[in-house]
């Protein structure tokens, strides 16, 4: 969940320089291209562990139920 927050805000604060008009001054000598390709990086990164945390969800083995050997004593 803490790596999902992390991502999530990257691709904000990313999203912000490339649209927010009073950063732009700030970010004026960063080529578009660099902040573009890191925006395409951090979705890229955010579907990766979105799909690797659901399928190691998916793919947990739960052996709660699971009674290989069972000993009852015998009634007399």
């Known amino acids: ?10 691709l904000l ?34 579907a990766i562990h979105k799909f690797l945390n659901d399928f190691s969800k998916c793919m947990k083995i739960d052996f709660d139920g699971l009674e290989v050997f069972v000993y009852k004593k015998k009634r007399r």
């Open 1 to 10: 969940m803490k790596t999902t927050i992390i991502l999530i805000v990257a």
């Open 13 to 46: 604060f990313n999203t912000s320089l490339l649209l927010a008009e009073p950063l732009l001054v700030l970010v004026k000598e960063i080529d578009p291209i660099v902040l573009i390709s890191i925006e395409a990086l951090l979705i890229i990164l955010f």
